[in-house]
Structures are given as structure tokens and as C-alpha cells.
């Protein structure tokens, strides 16, 4: 069994980001620049929002970190959005998702210039990587694909098992493990909660991909012997042990599941970290122009 190693991967990902904003910076160019509106005081955002601010500091770009309270209406959010679209200072911005109940996420999303939605979340972006054209591929599926990458994992042809169809992650990826790309090419099961026999899906998996959010869900006996497991999930599991009063559990039983895979990656220190990187590489083709000429 090997380890898809996130902590290393996101590592060499920024690493070789930085390099290019040095590059930027020594010819005078313009250093990238992204911005993060975060609605309210959820601690999971508030820690994802961290990592994201931190990373940019890591690989150079410069960051904006806008704080609206829990109460903002959608209208002062949509103002500013906008303001966000119309500064060219900004190359790209993310609103920190999920927001408060009473703003529709739908209408912030579309809000967004296609050309600084970083996240790859506006339905423009979601069109165009549909059809294989140049987008934002939102950040955990473009992960996702580089850990495929950086290992040089073999997909052609395998059958792909995608557990959960959000728009963030389930239904993207599901698309991208279709494509005619190199490490995609997969035949593709898209399953959700309701699947019947969910199991006899997951056990036909050769790449088993879950996305669904819910503490060790994935037990031994749904996967195939030799399978590449990829574990999207994060979730805060009550443990009075912890400082923190929490500990964080992926959607894999890892110690049961572990010894089976021929591939598996960890939680934490797996698909987070790669999901951080890659929202920086999006900022840094946003800040060069090469997705929207
Ligand atoms: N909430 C959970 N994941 C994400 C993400 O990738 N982007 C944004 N904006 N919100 C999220």
C-alpha cells in the first residue's frame, strides 16, 4: 500500500508556484493577488479561510480577507462581489462557502466574473470544463487529478466509482474521470444516497473516489482488494481527548481500509492540502491570463 501524500504533493505544487511569482516579481511583473470573502464565524470556514490566507503567504501572492457578519443581507453581499469583479487589483476571489441560510449560494455563485472565479464554481467554468475547454476546475477535483498525476497512477480504462454528486466535488470529478485526458479515461459510476446496494458499486471500484461527509462510512468489506482510494471527506468528530475538543475523521475506515489499497490517501493530510494548492494555481492562471485570454 502507498500513501497519496498530500502534505508532500501540495508541498511540490507551491513550490513550483513560488518559483513563478519569484519570476514575476524579479521582471517587474504583477504579483497575484486573491481575495476571500468570509460570511459569519463557521469554524471550519474560519479554518479553511486561514489556510487558504497562509498559503498565499507561502507561495508569494498578495491576499484580501474580507469578514461580513452572519447577518449581512445578500444585497450588501452582491455589492461587494461586485466591487471584487470591477478592481483589477484583485486577479481572483472565492466567497467561502456554505453561507448563512437566508443568502442564496446559487445567486452569489453566478455573481462572480467567470474570469476571477477561482473555484471554478460559476456555471460557466462548470460548461467549459464539461466540454473539455479551458476553465477553473474547482479546486478538490483539480487536486484530486495532480495526486493522480505527481504518482503517476495508471486510470486509463478503469472503472471509477465516485461516491456523492455535489457541485463542489461528487459531480465535477465524476466528469473529469470521464475525459480523454491522461489521467482520466475512466469508466464512471456516479453514486448518492440513493444508490441501492452501494456497496456492490464500491466494490467494483479500481479507483474508488468518496465524497460524501460522513465519519468512516467506508468500511474493508466495500472495497476491492488492490483499489486506489481517494478520501474527500473532513468532518469534525466529538473527542474530549483533544485540546480542540475535536478530532477530524475522512469518510474511509483508513486503519481497515488501508492494508487492501494499492493506493489510499490519508485524512487529514491528503485531499485538503491538495484542494489549498490547487486553488493557488487557479489564482496564479487567473493572474496570467491563460484561462480567459
Ligand atoms: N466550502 C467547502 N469547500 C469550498 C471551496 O472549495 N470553496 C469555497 N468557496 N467554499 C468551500
Redesign the pocket.
Known sequence: MILLDGKKISAEVKAEIKIEVDKLRESGGKIPHLAAVLVGTDGA?ET?VGSKVRSCEEVGFRSSLIRMEAATKEDELMKVIEGLNNNPDVDGF?????LPKHINEENVTKAILPEKDV?G?HPVNVGRMTLGQPSYI???PYGIIQMLEKYNIETSGKHCVVVGRSN?VGRPMSILMSQTSKFANCTVTLCHSRTKDLASFTRMADILIVALGKAEFVTADMVKDGAIVIDVGITRVADASKKSGYTIKGDVKFDEVAPKCSYITPVPGGVGLM?VAS?MKNTLLSAKKEIYK
Do not use: E, W
Open positions: 470556514s479553511y472565492i466567497v467561502q462557502l456554505p473555484d464554481f474547482s479546486a478538490t463542489i484542494t486553488l
